[in-house]
């Protein structure tokens, strides 16, 4: 799986949109974006994937260069409930993922 | 459809021990997978099986760890003379397609 990088922490002040990059510089032709996050003390949970298209769901938004290389995971407004660890992963459609140490985003009010 | 349950949610045990978990993935998926984390770190890929098929295994998992899925089903996480260094969350997750649904943990502490 290619290796993903990431800033350790951001703040982001409630009601703003955090915007999570990702870089992934070797990522290969059949490998998705994926991003969890995990909420202390709990597993971690799905937010959203993509290939290589912009995608949006309840949660985020995921935007991906078109090279691939780099993405950005958006969410419209932070609320405190979404102060978590955000992990940006690449993987095909099957087997492990591999996470990194992601990025813990601390909303403040 | 109550998700993924992990049993037990917390475990302590002596070192030398030999402990087993449990993970119900959510029905119908057929991909099962269990990681291990300790604190400050991402979860480290553990074991994964498609149906009751063992397919990948972690190069890093010491022969103390063994894992069982066998009807397909419910998985069992047996690790055998635990050690402190065994100390961590226990997560299982299940999939159908792309995206892994993480179950609570189960949090080992090895005294």
């Known amino acids: 799986d290619a290796k993903t990088t990431q800033p350790p922490s951001m703040d982001c002040a409630e009601g703003r949109a955090a915007n999570l990059p990702c870089n992934h510089s070797t990522i290969s032709g059949n490998e998705y974006v994926y991003w969890y996050r995990q909420i202390h003390s709990q597993g971690p949970q799905y937010i959203i994937h993509g290939l290589k298209n912009n995608e949006t769901n309840e949660m985020a938004s995921l935007i991906i260069t078109e090279d691939r290389k780099s993405s950005t995971l958006i969410l419209p407004h932070a609320t405190l409930r979404d102060t978590a660890v955000y992990y940006c992963i690449v993987n095909t459609n099957a087997g492990k993922s591999t996470f990194g140490d992601g990025t813990t985003l601390t909303v403040k009010p | 459809d109550t998700g993924v349950s992990q049993d037990p949610r917390h475990k302590i045990t002596k070192r030398g021990q030999n402990v087993t978990f449990r993970c119900d993935p959510i029905?119908?998926?057929?991909?099962l997978y269990w990681y291990r984390q300790t604190l400050g770190q991402g979860p480290e890929f553990l074991t994964y099986f498609q149906n009751e098929a063992q397919l990948e295994k972690s190069r890093l998992l010491s022969d103390r760890f063994s894992a069982e899925r066998p009807k397909g089903s419910f998985s069992t996480l047996e690790i055998q003379r635990t050690e402190q260094g065994d100390s961590a969350m226990y997560l299982c997750?299940?999939?159908?397609?792309?995206?892994?649904?993480f179950g609570p943990g189960t949090r080992l502490t090895v005294l």
């Open positions: 997750a299940s999939s159908r397609q792309a995206e892994q649904f």
């Open positions: 029905s119908e998926h057929n991909r």
